[in-house]
DNA sequence: ACCGTGACGATAG
DNA sequence: GCTATCGCCACGG
């Protein structure tokens, strides 16, 4: 399955970002002490289990955007999740400005 | 080993 | 704001 070693600090990152917040695919990475791996956190949660517990919905890319085929399934959830939590989504954006996790 | 493929990102026009 | 390139990197065929 995922034999990669780095998903595990990939998860714990993603797993403390704070409700009502979000974070890059490229600032996870970072955190995660993978300078160059927005690429590998985007390919880490396309593999999450559909049930899994992880905050995945608060990681977008670095437009403020969600990264998934608009009208997709998970495109949905994501959206749905965050509203929810209180990110607002103007436009299918989001102001990184004002939602983004800052340590 | 080679090549195409992404839930990416920075830059130029 | 938009598109087009290019650099990046793990994976699968």
Known sequence: MNNNPQYEVIWQIVAAIPQGKVATY???AE???LPR???M????????????KLPWF????ASGRISLPEGSEGYVKQLGCLQEEGVA???GK???SVFRWQL
């Open 94 to 96: 989001i102001r990184l």
């Open 37 to 39: 791996g927005a690429r």
């Open 89 to 91: 989504v103007v436009n």
């Open 58 to 61: 608060r990681v977008v890319n």
């Open 41 to 52: 956190v985007g390919r880490c949660l396309s593999q999450l289990p559909r049930d899994s």
């Open 26 to 28: 490229g600032q996870v």
């Open 31 to 33: 955190l995660a002490g």
